[in-house]
C-alpha cells in the first residue's frame, strides 16, 4: 500500500499543479459559509460574556417582560447539558471543568455568562444589554510569572497552586556534555499570545428535527465527528439522533478544532425550542472568546563543542494556558509538543526539560497553526546562532554541522520521535545559496561604520511532526486520540465518482488534492471526482483536519478506497473483455487489455444498468478503506528559512528585505497548492515575528480587541517569498507524503530573530521576544553593552509595523 513514486505522468496526477476544483464556486460568489445559512424560522442569539478577567457571580436576572424562552443562564441550562471536561492520563494533572455558562465565577474576559434570542441579532444584542449581571470582581492572575508567585490568587480554588501540569523529558547525561563542552550558554527567550485569527469568525446555528428526531448542529469547524460526538455525550442523546454539518469554512488555523460552550449551549438550547437558533461570532468576540496561541517562555542552556556539535540541551519551559483546560487538546498540548520539538532536527542526545502549564485569567489557550513549534523553533534556534557566534563560526555552518544528516536517517530523536527521511543539512545548504548568504556579508562589510542603518541575515531550521497516530496522542495523555481516517468512493451509472471523508476543508484545497490521488490510481481527470465532507451523516468517520494530517491520513485512506475500486473495476471489466483482470490498465479513463478495452463510463453503465451482462462479479461501485500508518510518531516535514533584514539604529524599525525556504514534505500532490500553503504560513509566522501580539494591562484586561489594534502584516510588508523543495518521500506512508500546513508559520521568527541580533552583532544586542516591535529592537540596542545606547528612538519606535519595501 505505501506505494512510491515515479507516478503517472499524466497532468492532472499526483505531482501536477492542478488548479483547485472548488475555486469556481468561491470566485463566483457561490460558497457557502455558516452565516449564509438560514433556515426556515431562524432566531438569533447574542452571548452575555463578562467583562472581567475575574469575579464572583453573584446573581444574572433577565429583564421583566421577556419571555422565559429568550434568556437562557447556568441555571437553565444545567438540566440539559453537563460542563466540558479535558482530562489527561498525565501524573498530576489537574482537571477544571468548562462552564457552558458561567456558574459563581468567571475566569477571563468574554466567558459567556447567558444567552440572549430575538428575532434579529440586533434584537438579540439589545435584550443581552438589559440582563442585569452583577459581579463582584476580584484580583486577576496575569502572566506566568505571576501565577507562579508565591501567594498568588488561584484561578481555581480547589487547587493548591495554578499548575495544571509539570512534564519531564529527559535523556543521557547533561552533566557530563557541560563538562565536556567548549561554550556553555544560558538563554530565556519568549514568544508572545497571539490570536489564530481566521478571515471567518466562529458560528453555530442548531435545531431540533421533530420530522427525523434528529438534533441538527450547523458549525464552522476542523472536527465535525468530534463535536457530535461530544454533543451527544454530554446531552446525553445517542450519537445517531445528532447530526452535525460544517458548510465552508474560512478558515481555521487551529481555533476550530476545539468543542466551545457555544456548540454546547446552542445545542442544548435547540433541544428545547421550536425553532431554529443562530449564533454568528463579531470580531470583537472573536478577540477574547476564541481560543488563542502561543504564550510560550523558555529558559534554556545549551553545550556546545569547539567544532559547533551541540552536545547537551537543558530547557525550562512555561506555557501560558489560561483559565481553562480545553476539549480535548487539554492545557498541557502546547507544553508537551515543545518539549518533544524543542530538540529540533539536531543530534543531540544529553537532554533535561521539565514543562509547565500554567492557570492564569486569560482567555484559554488552544490549537494554533504549529502548535508549540514556532515558539520552540525560536528558542533552539537562537540558541544556536548565539552558541555559533561564542565558537566563531558561521551560523548556517554550525547547523549543518549538529544536524542529524541523511546517513543516519530513520533517526530516533532524544525525545524519541522518529525522523523518517531527509536531508537536513542540505536544506541549510541550499537557502544560504538561494538568499545569497555570501553576498549579504560582502554588504555588510562594506556598510560604512557612521550609517545608522545595518543589515543582517538569520536562518531558522526545523522538523515538524505531521499526522502523528494514535499511540503518538496517548503517550501525551489526551482522552481522545486520532489515528484513523476513512474514505468512501462510490462510481455512479455514469462513471463518475464521489469521494466521501471525514476531514474537514477550511481552504487548502482538499477537494482538489483528494481528488488528484484518486485520479492517479484510476488515470482520470480529477474534475470526475467530487470531494464531500462535513456532514456527519452522510460522510464514513473521521478524525478532522488538524496536526497537517490530511493528505497522509485522508490522502492514504482515499488511495485505498481507489484501488479497491479498481480492483471491482477490473473484474468487471474481466468478464466484459474476456481478458484475465491481471492483464487490465487503467488509460485515460479507460480499461485497456491486450485485445482492446471499454471506457469507465461505459463499464459502470452497463455494471450498473445491466447487471445481467456481468455475472459473477461480487460487490457493488461503493466501497471503504480506513487507513491507519503502521508508524504512530508521524511523519516528519522539515526545512530551513532564511531571511535578511535591515534594522534602522534610530528607530528600532526593522525592513524585510529578502525571503527564501527550502523545505521537504515528501512527495508533493500538488505543487501549486503546496507553493500555497508555505507563503501563507509563512507571511503568518512574519506577523508572529514583528507584528501579533495580545497583551493585556496590569488588571487582566485585554488591550488589544480590534482588528484596527491587533496588527497583521500587509502585502506591502512581505517580499517575495521564493520556495524551493526537496522531495524525500517518507518509507512510513503512502505515496510517501508527508503533511505541509503548518511548517510555513514555524520558522519565521528564528529565521528573522536571527537576522535582526545577526545585524546588531556589533553593538552586543539580542532579540529574545517576539513580536519584535520597533520598540523591543530599540530597547535592545539600548540595553546593548557595546557602544552605549542608540539615539532616542521617535515616531514610529512604539509602533512595531514593519516598514514597506
Not at 482522552?479 to 462510490?490: C, M, N, P, Q, Y
Request: with cysteine; glycine share 10%.
Amino acid at each position: 500500500m505505501n506505494a512510491k513514486p515515479p507516478f503517472r505522468d499524466t497532468g492532472y496526477g499526483v505531482g501536477a499543479s492542478c488548479p483547485r476544483i472548488e475555486d469556481a464556486r468561491h470566485l463566483s460568489g457561490h460558497g457557502r459559509f455558516l452565516a449564509d445559512v438560514r433556515l426556515p424560522g431562524t432566531r438569533d442569539v447574542a452571548v452575555v460574556r463578562s467583562p472581567v478577567p475575574h469575579g464572583r457571580l453573584r446573581s444574572v436576572r433577565a429583564p421583566r417582560g421577556v419571555a422565559a424562552a429568550d434568556v437562557w443562564t447556568a441555571a437553565e441550562l444545567a438540566p440539559l447539558a453537563r460542563p466540558l471536561l479535558a482530562t489527561a492520563a498525565l501524573p498530576g494533572f489537574r482537571t477544571a471543568p468548562l462552564p457552558v455558562l458561567a456558574v459563581d465565577t468567571v475566569r477571563y474576559v468574554g466567558e459567556p455568562i447567558a444567552l440572549a434570542i430575538g428575532d434579529s441579532r440586533a434584537e438579540a444584542e439589545d435584550l443581552a444589554r438589559r440582563i442585569a449581571v452583577d459581579i463582584e470582581e476580584l484580583p486577576a492572575v496575569v502572566g506566568h510569572r505571576a501565577a507562579l508567585a508565591d501567594g498568588a490568587p488561584r484561578v481555581h480554588a480547589d487547587w493548591p497552586d495554578n499548575v495544571y501540569a509539570t512534564t519531564s523529558a529527559g535523556a543521557g547525561d547533561v552533566a557530563a556534555a557541560a563538562r565536556r563542552a567548549a561554550v556553555s550558554l544560558t538563554r530565556q527567550y519568549t514568544v508572545d499570545r497571539m490570536s489564530p485569527l481566521p478571515l471567518e469568525t466562529r458560528g453555530v446555528i442548531a435545531h431540533y428535527d421533530r420530522a427525523d428526531d434528529q438534533l441538527v448542529v450547523w458549525t464552522s469547524t476542523q472536527t465535525p465527528h468530534l463535536i457530535r460526538d461530544t454533543i451527544a455525550e454530554l446531552l446525553g442523546l445517542p450519537g445517531n439522533r445528532v447530526r452535525v454539518i460544517a458548510p465552508d469554512v474560512g478558515g481555521g488555523f487551529g481555533a476550530k478544532c476545539t468543542v466551545y460552550p457555544e456548540e454546547i449551549a446552542l445545542a442544548a438550547v435547540a433541544t428545547r425550542l421550536d425553532h431554529p437558533v443562530r449564533w454568528v461570532e463579531d470580531r470583537a468576540e472573536a478577540m477574547v472568546a476564541t481560543t488563542q496561541g502561543r504564550d510560550h517562555h523558555y529558559r534554556l542552556t545549551g553545550h556546545a563543542a569547539a567544532d559547533g556539535e551541540l552536545l547537551g540541551l537543558e530547557a525550562d519551559i512555561v506555557v501560558d494556558a489560561g483559565a481553562y483546560s480545553v476539549h480535548p487538546w487539554t492545557a498541557t498540548m502546547d507544553a508537551s509538543m515543545a518539549s518533544a520539538m524543542l530538540p529540533g532536527p539536531y543530534r543531540v542526545r544529553d537532554y533535561r526539560c521539565t514543562a509547565r502549564s500554567v492557570a492564569t485569567h486569560t482567555t484559554p489557550l488552544g490549537p494554533c497553526r504549529g502548535v508549540a513549534r514556532p515558539a520552540a523553533c525560536f528558542g533552539i534556534e537562537r540558541l544556536i546562532d548565539d552558541l555559533a557566534h561564542a565558537l566563531g563560526i558561521e551560523p548556517y555552518a554550525m547547523r549543518m554541522r549538529a544536524m542529524v544528516g541523511p546517513e543516519s536517517m530513520p533517526y530516533t530523536s532524544v525525545a524519541d520521535k522518529v525522523y523518517d527521511s531527509g536531508d537536513y543539512p542540505e536544506a541549510v545548504r541550499r537557502v544560504g545559496e538561494l538568499i545569497g548568504h555570501r553576498a549579504v556579508r560582502v554588504r555588510q562589510r562594506a556598510t560604512d561604520p557612521g550609517s545608522r542603518t545595518r543589515i543582517g541575515v538569520g536562518y531558522g531550521s526545523f522538523t515538524e511532526q505531521t499526522a502523528h497516530g494514535c499511540l503518538e496522542w496517548a503517550s501525551r495523555g489526551l482522552a481522545v486520540t486520532f489515528g484513523v481516517e476513512s474514505a468512501r468512493l462510490v462510481m455512479d451509472a455514469t462513471g463518475s465518482l464521489t469521494l466521501s471523508v471525514g476531514v474537514q476543508s477550511q481552504g487548502q484545497g482538499h477537494e482538489t488534492t483528494l481528488a488528484q490521488v484518486v485520479a492517479e490510481v484510476l488515470d482520470i481527470a480529477p474534475e470526475r471526482v467530487a470531494v464531500r465532507h462535513g456532514d456527519t451523516a452522510h460522510m464514513p468517520r473521521g478524525d478532522g483536519t488538524f496536526a497537517s494530517r490530511t493528505m497522509v491520513m485522508a490522502g492514504g485512506a482515499a488511495y485505498g478506497a481507489a484501488n479497491l475500486m479498481a480492483e471491482r473495476i477490473r473484474n468487471i471489466a474481466a468478464v466484459l473483455l474476456g481478458e484475465p483482470p491481471d492483464r487490465l490498465r487503467f488509460e485515460h479513463g479507460s480499461v485497456v487489455g491486450d485485445h482492446g478495452g471499454r471506457t469507465l463510463s461505459a463499464l459502470a453503465r452497463e455494471f450498473c444498468l445491466t447487471p445481467d451482462h456481468v455475472p459473477g462479479v461480487e460487490g457493488g461501485l461503493d466501497v471503504t478503506f480506513h487507513y491507519r500508518p503502521d508508524v504512530q510518531t508521524g511523519a516528519f516535514a522539515y526545512g530551513t528559512h532564511a531571511a535578511v533584514v535591515r534594522v534602522d539604529l534610530d528607530t528600532g524599525e526593522v525592513e524585510l528585505l529578502d525571503y527564501a525556504v527550502v523545505e521537504d514534505c515528501g512527495t508533493v500532490v500538488n505543487p501549486l497548492i503546496v507553493d500555497g500553503q508555505i507563503i501563507g504560513g509563512t507571511v503568518q509566522g512574519i506577523g508572529t515575528a514583528l507584528l501579533e501580539e495580545l497583551p493585556h494591562d496590569s488588571g487582566g484586561r485585554p488591550a488589544v480587541t480590534t482588528l484596527s489594534a491587533y496588527r497583521l502584516p500587509r502585502a506591502a510588508d512581505v517580499p517575495e517569498i521564493r520556495v524551493e523543495h526537496l522531495r524525500t518521500p517518507s518509507p512510513h506512508t503512502v505515496l510517501g507524503m508527508k503533511g505541509v500546513g503548518e511548517s510555513g508559520a514555524i520558522p519565521p521568527p528564528a529565521a528573522i530573530g536571527n537576522a535582526i541580533t545577526d545585524a546588531l552583532r556589533e553593538f552586543g544586542a539580542r532579540i529574545e521576544r517576539t513580536p519584535m516591535t520597533a520598540a523591543r529592537v530599540w530597547a535592545a540596542l539600548d540595553r546593548a553593552s557595546v557602544s552605549g545606547p542608540p539615539r532616542a528612538p521617535v515616531g514610529a519606535a512604539a509602533g512595531g509595523r514593519a516598514v514597506p519595501r
